[in-house]
């Protein structure tokens, strides 16, 4: 079938090839994507151009699908449909200019290692397989603890540490991949002040080094103090753009103004017959 | 008692491998085993993996039987112990494959999962077993070994294969350590940096499928998981280093083969599997009880210490109070043993049945009387961020404040404007 | 007179099929709130921790009466469920390798101290503890005349094993019964159990005795790993068949019957162990369960992703003619065909949809019939209807609604009223 014989019908496919591309210049450029987890869709229908050399905030109600758009933008759940591309690249090709930071409760801190052991693994890619952690690799993971305000605790059980402390751990570790692009997931979660300060002195340290930082964030006082970017997202983006231009009153009220009761029964409705029950 | 040997010297040789040949195989074989075992089980532990192993030794038992009928079916020997294994790890990969199976395609959760595995797969070994035994006249008798092990049936070529197979085993697993370490501790960060976490897994599960099988014939497919369990099991109460854990739980699992090969070739009627097993469960149980590092024992008298340190604060701080008449302040409760500890640290004087604080115990008084204020206040002006600590009660924190957390909320304090000089805010 | 044939059953048969019966009922019955619970394994641990028990009152009291064997198996079960908890909560161990560690050290135990016994010549020993002694219970005095049964007699003629069986059934039975209410609760919530008045830490332990009361009285009969099968199995199978508690633990039942009885028809034709055929059968009817499932299975499944499918095909070809209709414009069946992607399923559709009478060829050209014009009028009613709510309420942008509203058209109703227009202006359809 030829293009001139297309008939004057309307195909489904249409649309899709309508869309923009996706931006080249853009650290992370989202197209199209829909996640779902255990088949139920919790993102629909994504886009989303990321500026370079920003502090970006994703922000939005418990079940919004925040922490799900960093997973799917890193590959570590599966995308239900659209694509994602860094600097015009693929995840793969752009996986060594990428950090990132998972949430605290995601691993078992009574594992038995320390805290510079958990900092080196930042370096395992560059490390390679099956070969041991050489002194230079120990060298820069301690600089990135020291970076944190950690020095001291090096060689501390991960265990022994504190909420916060823990959390600078995991933030020294995405330090260490030398990164150009960090997603990190609530890094502010239940930390002290002093860790709080420390995080984000490393973030705007991060962003005159022209570094983009995007991160999961749940408190909306300190959004205007800490970000340039916000994200607001309620199972699709509700706005995005300057602190100054989109978080305002208005759009926080479509964010949080309860979930879209049609949208999560068709998500329910998606799930199912995917399902086949 | 013709259960003992004859003579101390004979124990002796044995222990020291001055036995015979065969003998001296075994143990060693078994040692080094035991050595891999607790390499390798070691990252079963931290992977949470240890009854998906429990399920994949189960699993064996059709294999073994399986490759028996095959090949005597086919006219070649089904004793071969090569293809014996070879059997056995082909089931119990199929074993493991069934459990995701049944998690992916069910609803079913991963303990019923492995517990269907376990027993239906060992049932049809059992089945299989049953024919060997009606099929083959004689042949097959050797074949139920397999599941409770007997270190007296092996000859030295079984041995230096499971010996070889440890070795190999151990140097793949210490080899890899970094990435099993990143995979057990963090999938989902090891996946971000790109390591490809399901071959890495495959790679845990085969080291765990090499020692299963290389196990059956000394230890048998029921208690060789527990050779894989229980020595990290323990050694996780020595240590918090991954390494140290690794090098300890190697130590208590060659100890263990050691230990149960050599009785059992000592004494007879003394199962190597079992003896194998009851000596790491010892170990287990005394790791538990006393290391220093996470041990019960050790715990509790740091437990029981803490809570003396805060009784004798409490007295301390009251006595101070009461001498320095601040207000709200209380007499101290508490027992008479505890007045006479502090009494003899030259903290208190206890004349005319009056207690006084000495100099020093003024010194120390003042020094928890300020910690506290010092910690009220922290909370009364940081009320917004401190409910992260709530789970610290007042009580209970000041006497646990180091001297650089002590150093910290005096900043914190002092960047709001609040100075504590001699416990009273000014 | 007994005929001969059922005669050497009742000699032969009979009893061994009693004792599957009860132990697979008992164990079947209690597995359910273990499945539920995700303690699965609990029963896998009790099962071979139990033999210490069994040895060592043997060993102690040189008495193989059933009182005795009884408490010293029900005593190392219990101590199983302890020493987890202790190793658990003291240790700070993994629940896994927790339970690994215990229920491997006891069973050691027990091979080691039955080792040593079988040195004094004890008629148990270590394979008989896996695969039990089903085979060995002869009715030796089997009655040759019917009116034999009815005579007092017959009550010592039934070894103690099935009387204890049967006894141990009816307890679990009766206490299934009476704590169902609380059995249900603190399985599914301790939390609330605790907070409505029903120690669920008491459930626990009841449960874990009960389970260890089953394991022992099977254990003899049908050996540890039938118990672990039974614990697990029927409950699991039953899992899949059924959502609610009640009808589970009632096909579970039956389950456990077919397991029994089927599993030792299998083992006496084949002649091999019945204890494993019973193992090997309760895995079989899993498979079949969870393949052919009517509500969870895979076939289903997969059936209900065909019909879907299936679905949307129809309904696309008779969107896109309503489509057309709009604007009066025309196609053939190929051309509809190949735009809608040259699939299978949408040939097949297009069959379909012209057999029954939805579309109708004018000429080369499709042409929806009356009823086929309303079907289709309904599908772009809710494509329309999605997309505009998507645009006004969920914030999508215009451009990009379609693919969405194109996937959930098919599942889903918006219903929304006062809707004339969709975001790209063309009409709804009205209902």
Redesign the interface.
């Known amino acids: 079938m030829s293009s001139t014989t297309r008939p004057a019908v309307y195909s489904p496919r249409s649309t899709l090839d309508a869309r923009p591309e996706h931006s080249a210049d853009s650290p992370v450029s989202i197209h199209a994507m829909t996640v779902a987890y255990a088949r139920k869709p919790v993102l629909w229908d994504v886009d989303y151009d990321a500026p370079s050399n920003a502090l970006i905030a994703i922000v939005g109600p418990n079940g919004a699908g925040k922490s799900t758009l960093i997973k799917a933008c890193l590959g570590l759940i599966p995308r239900a449909a659209g694509t994602v591309e860094f600097w015009g690249q693929s995840y793969k090709h752009a996986r060594s200019r990428i950090g990132y930071v998972p949430q605290r409760e995601s691993v078992d801190w009574d594992f038995p290692v320390s805290a510079l052991d958990v900092v080196c693994m930042g370096r395992y890619r560059k490390i390679g397989w099956c070969r041991p952690v050489s002194k230079s690799h120990k060298l820069a993971a301690m600089e990135a603890l020291d970076r944190v305000g950690m020095a001291d605790f090096a060689k501390r059980q991960i265990s022994q540490l504190s909420g916060g402390q823990q959390q600078r751990v995991f933030l020294a570790r995405a330090l260490t991949q030398e990164a150009e692009l960090y997603f990190m997931d609530e890094p502010f979660a239940g930390v002290d002040a002093a860790t709080e300060r420390a995080i984000i002195d490393v973030l705007r340290e991060l962003r005159s080094n022209g570094k983009t930082v995007i991160v999961v964030h749940h408190d909306l006082q300190t959004v205007p103090e800490y970000f340039d970017h916000v994200l607001l997202l309620n199972m699709r983006i509700v706005a995005s753009g300057p602190v100054s231009e989109v978080f305002t009153a208005d759009n926080l009220q479509k964010t949080y103004g309860g979930r879209l009761t049609l949208l999560a029964e068709a998500a329910e409705a998606v799930a199912r017959a995917a399902k086949g029950s | 008692m013709n259960?003992l040997p004859i003579n101390f010297e004979e124990i002796l040789e044995t222990l020291a491998l001055q036995g015979g040949f065969n003998t001296n195989a075994v143990i060693l074989g078994t040692t080094l085993l035991g050595i891999a075992a607790g390499v390798i089980g070691s990252f079963a532990?931290?992977r949470?993996?240890?009854?998906t192993a429990?399920a994949l030794s189960h699993a064996t038992l059709p294999g073994i039987a399986g490759a028996f009928l095959i090949a005597t079916s086919m006219g070649y020997s089904g004793r071969s112990m090569p293809l014996l294994m070879l059997g056995a790890a082909i089931t119990g990969i199929l074993g493991v494959a069934c459990i995701h199976l049944?998690l992916h395609?069910?609803?079913?959760?991963?303990?019923?999962a492995?517990?269907?595995v376990?027993?239906?797969?060992?049932?049809?070994?059992?089945?299989l077993?049953?024919?060997v035994q009606?099929s083959s006249s004689g042949s097959g008798a050797g074949l139920?070994h397999y599941?409770?092990g007997q270190t007296a049936a092996m000859t030295r070529s079984d041995a230096a294969i499971m010996g070889t197979i440890g070795i190999v085993a151990s140097i793949i697993a210490l080899?890899?350590l970094?990435?099993f370490?990143?995979v057990?501790?963090?999938e989902?960060?090891?996946?971000?940096?790109?390591?490809p976490v399901w071959l890495i897994d495959s790679i845990m599960l085969g080291l765990v499928v090499l020692i299963t099988v290389s196990g059956l014939q000394a230890v048998g497919l029921?208690?060789i998981?527990?050779m894989i369990?229980?020595p990290?099991?323990a050694a996780?109460?020595w240590?918090?280093?991954?390494w140290?854990?690794v090098l300890i739980s190697a130590l208590i699992g060659g100890l263990s083969g050691y230990a149960g090969a050599s009785i059992s070739a000592l004494f007879?009627?003394?199962?190597a599997?079992?003896?194998?097993?009851?000596v790491?469960?010892s170990i287990?149980a005394i790791s538990?009880l006393f290391a220093p590092t996470?041990g019960?024992l050790a715990?509790t008298i740091r437990r029981l210490r803490l809570k003396l340190l805060i009784a004798r604060d409490h007295v301390l701080e009251s006595l101070y109070e009461i001498e320095s008449d601040i207000e709200g302040a209380r007499h101290p409760n508490a027992s008479i043993m505890l007045i006479k500890l502090i009494a003899m640290r030259g903290w208190i004087t206890t004349s005319n049945n009056t207690l006084a604080l000495t100099e020093a115990g003024r010194i120390q008084g003042q020094r928890i009387h300020r910690n506290h204020k010092l910690w009220e206040q922290y909370l009364v002006s940081?009320a917004d961020?401190a409910p992260?600590?709530v789970d610290w009660s007042v009580d209970q924190v000041e006497h646990v404040l180091t001297d650089e957390l002590i150093a910290?909320l005096e900043e914190?304090l002092r960047v709001r404007g609040i100075t504590i000089e001699n416990g009273d805010p000014a | 007179m007994i005929p001969d044939l059922i005669q050497t059953f009742l000699t032969l048969d009979l009893f061994p099929i009693l004792a599957a019966i009860f132990a697979a009922l008992s164990c079947g019955l209690l597995g359910n709130f273990l499945v539920l619970r995700k303690q699965s394994l609990m029963g896998d641990a009790i099962s071979h921790a139990v033999l210490p028990g069994l040895v060592g009152a043997f060993l102690i009291t040189q008495s193989r009466s059933p009182g005795i064997m009884f408490a010293g198996a029900a005593i190392s079960a219990l101590i199983t469920v302890v020493l987890v908890e202790v190793i658990k909560r003291l240790g700070k161990v993994e629940p896994g390798a927790a339970m690994g560690v215990v229920f491997s050290v006891l069973f050691a135990l027990g091979v080691f101290m039955l080792e040593n016994a079988s040195a004094r010549s004890v008629d148990l020993d270590a394979d008989c503890v896996l695969h039990g002694n089903l085979q060995t219970l002869f009715w030796t005095t089997s009655p040759t005349e019917w009116n034999h049964f009815l005579s007092a007699s017959i009550k010592d003629e039934v070894p103690r094993q099935l009387w204890t069986l049967l006894g141990t059934t009816l307890a679990v039975i009766i206490f299934i019964t009476v704590f169902f209410k609380e059995l249900r609760i603190a399985s599914f919530d301790a939390g609330i159990a605790t907070v409505q008045g029903i120690n669920a830490g008491f459930m626990h332990m009841a449960l874990m005795t009960f389970v260890a009361i089953a394991a022992v009285a099977s254990f003899e009969a049908v050996g540890s790993i039938l118990v672990i099968a039974m614990l697990i199995c029927p409950a699991a199978t039953a899992r899949l068949l059924t959502d609610r508690l009640i009808t589970q633990i009632l096909v579970s039942a039956v389950i456990a019957l077919l397991t029994a009885i089927g599993g030792y028809a299998l083992a006496s034709w084949m002649g091999v162990n019945a204890a494993g055929m019973m193992a090997s059968t309760a895995g079989a009817i899993l498979v079949v369960v969870m393949i052919g499932s009517p509500s969870h299975g895979i076939i289903a499944k997969a059936r209900n992703q065909r019909k879907l499918g299936n679905l949307v095909a129809l309904e696309d070809i008779l969107g896109s003619l309503y489509r057309l209709a709009e604007t009066d414009e025309h196609t053939t069946r190929d051309r509809l065909i190949a735009t809608l992607g040259f699939t299978n399923r949408t040939t097949k559709a297009m069959d379909r949809a012209l057999a029954d009478n939805l579309v109708k060829l004018v000429g080369t050209h499709l042409q929806l019939t009356q009823s086929g014009l309303a079907h289709g009028a309904a599908i772009i009613r809710k494509h329309r209807q999605w997309e505009g709510y998507l645009v006004d309420e969920a914030g999508f942008s215009p451009d990009h609604v379609h693919d969405t509203a194109e996937k959930l058209e098919h599942l889903i109703d918006p219903d929304l009223p006062n809707q004339h227009t969709d975001p790209h202006g063309k009409p709804i359809p009205p209902k």
Not at chain 2, 268 to 271: S, V, Y
């Open positions: 259960d532990l931290l949470k993996r240890s009854l429990d049944i395609h069910s609803r079913l959760k991963e303990d019923a492995i517990g269907i376990l027993s239906v797969f060992f049932g049809i070994g059992i089945v077993l049953s024919l009606t139920n599941i409770y080899v890899m970094k990435e370490m990143v057990c501790f963090n989902t960060f090891a996946r971000s940096t790109g390591l029921i208690l998981v527990a369990i229980i990290p099991a996780r109460f240590t918090d280093r991954l140290k854990l007879p009627r003394k199962p599997g079992a003896v194998i097993v009851l790491a469960g287990f538990m996470r019960v715990d940081y961020i992260t600590h910290e914190a």
